[in-house]
C-alpha cells in the first residue's frame, strides 16, 4: 500500500501559501503610498487610514471568521476571503478619490485577509503536539514571505502599469493561488482518521462528538486571567509594530535615500520576519512561549530605539531586519501559545479575538504616526511610542509566564 503524507503538512503548506498571497497584498501598501499622495494630493495622515482602516478590519473581522471556521471548517471561510479580496482590489483599481480606495481597497483587503488569517492559522493547531509552535511557525512564515515579495513585486509592476493596472494583477494573482491554498484547509484530523502528528484519533470528551476536540469555548477562556495578559500584550505591542509597515518608505525618502530603498527595507521586515519564524520559533517547543514571547517585544522595542536615531541605510537595513526578526517570533507564538493556553475546541474564535488588539493596534499606530507627521513634520513622537508600546508589552508577558498553565489537549 502506498504511503499517504500526513495531512497535517498539506495544511502547513496551505496555510503558507494563503497567508503569503493576503498579506503580499497588504503589506505592498509600502509601494503605493507615494502614488497615492501624488493622484489624490493627499496628506499622509489620510492615505495611512487606507492602510489603517484594513488592518483594523482584517483583524476585527478574524474574531467572527474564527468561530465561523470553528462552526463551518476553514475552507469555506477562507475562499470567501480570498473572494473579497480579489473583488476589492479589482474595484479599488477604478477608485476616482482616495475616499473610494476606503471603501474598495480597505474594505476589500480588510475582508480578504479576515477571512484567510484566522482561519487558516486556526486549522493548523489541532494537527500538532510535539511540534505545534515549528508547524505554526512554518505556517506563518508566509506572511513573512508575502511581506518580502509584496511590496518589491508591487513596485515593479507599478514602474511598468501604474498603480491602477497593479492591482488588476494584483487581483489576478490572488484569486488564483490563494483560492487554491484555501481549498487544502481543514482543521478536524479525526476526519482523515488520525489524532494530532498522525497518531490515534483523541478520544472525545465526555458529551462531545467524535470530532470535536478538547479544550475551552470562547466564552469560558475570556472568564481566565491569562486571555486578558495575552490580549493587552498583542494590544500594546501592535499599537508600534505597524508603524513602520505604512511609514518605513517614507521615512526612508525623507531621510534622501530613493523610493525603491524606502520599499526594499520593508521587504527586509519580510525577510526577519522569515528568519523569525524558521529558526527561532521552534525554541518555544523546549523554552516556554510567553518567556520568547517577552524577549520578542523587548527585542521589538530596541528596535525602536534605534530606528529614532537612524537615518542611514544600514542602520535602517539594521532595523528592519531585526524588528522583522522579533516579529516572526511573536506572530509564530502567538497561535501555539493560544492552543497550550485554551486547547483546540474553539482555537480559531479564541485566537480571533486575540487578534481585536492587533486590529487596534493597526487602526491607531499608522494613522497617529501619519497625522503626527503631518502636525511636527518628523517621526519622532510615533516612533517614541513604539518602544513605550512594547515595553508595556513586556510586562503582560512576563506576568502571563508565570500564570500559564497548558490546557490538556
Known amino acids: 500500500m502506498k504511503h499517504r503524507p500526513y495531512y497535517g503538512w498539506i495544511v502547513v503548506a496551505a496555510t503558507h501559501v494563503a497567508l503569503a498571497v493576503v498579506f503580499a497584498v497588504a503589506y505592498s501598501f509600502a509601494a503605493f503610498f507615494s502614488a497615492f499622495e501624488a493622484e489624490f494630493a493627499a496628506s499622509r495622515g489620510d492615505v495611512s487610514l487606507v492602510f489603517a482602516i484594513s488592518g483594523f478590519l482584517y483583524f476585527l473581522i478574524g474574531a467572527f471568521a474564527g468561530a465561523l471556521s470553528d462552526r463551518l471548517g476553514p475552507r469555506r471561510v477562507a475562499l470567501a476571503g480570498v473572494a473579497a479580496l480579489a473583488i476589492g482590489l479589482a474595484a479599488a483599481a477604478r477608485a476616482p478619490s482616495l475616499a473610494a480606495l476606503y471603501a474598495t481597497y480597505s474594505i476589500g483587503v480588510g475582508l480578504g485577509v479576515g477571512f484567510v488569517y484566522v482561519p487558516s492559522v486556526g486549522a493548523v493547531q489541532p494537527w500538532f503536539l510535539r511540534h505545534r509552535a515549528l508547524a505554526s511557525g512554518l505556517a506563518v512564515a508566509g506572511i513573512g514571505l508575502g511581506t518580502l515579495v509584496g511590496p518589491l513585486l508591487a513596485a515593479w509592476l507599478l514602474e511598468a502599469f501604474g498603480w491602477r493596472r497593479a492591482f488588476e494583477a494584483l487581483a489576478i494573482g490572488a484569486a488564483i493561488l490563494g483560492g487554491a491554498a484555501a481549498a487544502l484547509l481543514d482543521n478536524r484530523p479525526a476526519r482523515h482518521g488520525v489524532g494530532p502528528d498522525g497518531g490515534p484519533p483523541l478520544a472525545p470528551r465526555a458529551g462531545a462528538s467524535p470530532a470535536q476536540p478538547a479544550g475551552l469555548t470562547l466564552r469560558e477562556a475570556v472568564r481566565t486571567k491569562p486571555l486578558w495578559l495575552l490580549y493587552a500584550a498583542t494590544l500594546f505591542s501592535c499599537a508600534g509594530l505597524f508603524i513602520p509597515f505604512a511609514h518605513l518608505a517614507p521615512y526612508a525618502r525623507d531621510a534622501g535615500h530613493p523610493a525603491t530603498t524606502g520599499v526594499l527595507l520593508v521587504g527586509l521586515i519580510g525577510v526577519g520576519s522569515l528568519v523569525g ?5 521552534g ?11 517577552a524577549f520578542a517585544y523587548g527585542g521589538m522595542a530596541a528596535m525602536f530605539a534605534l530606528w529614532l536615531v537612524s537615518t542611514g541605510a544600514l ?68 516612533i517614541a511610542a513604539g518602544i513605550v508600546f512594547n515595553a508595556l508589552a513586556v510586562g503582560a508577558s512576563l506576568t502571563l509566564a508565570r500564570l500559564a498553565r497548558p490546557a490538556r489537549v
Do not use: E, H, K
Open 283 to 293: 525554541i518555544g517547543d523546549r523554552f516556554g512561549r510567553a518567556q520568547l514571547l
Open 315 to 382: 542602520a535602517l537595513g539594521v532595523f528592519a531586519v531585526v524588528f522583522g526578526t522579533c516579529y516572526g517570533v511573536m506572530v509564530a507564538l502567538a497561535p501555539a501559545l493560544v492552543m497550550d493556553l485554551f486547547g483546540a475546541r474553539s482555537i480559531a474564535g479564541i485566537l480571533g479575538f486575540v487578534y481585536t488588539a492587533a486590529g487596534v493596534g493597526n487602526l491607531v499606530g499608522p494613522a497617529f504616526a501619519g497625522y503626527a507627521f503631518d502636525l511636527a513634520g518628523s517621526y519622532a513622537v510615533p
Open 277 to 281: 519564524r524558521f529558526a527561532f520559533a
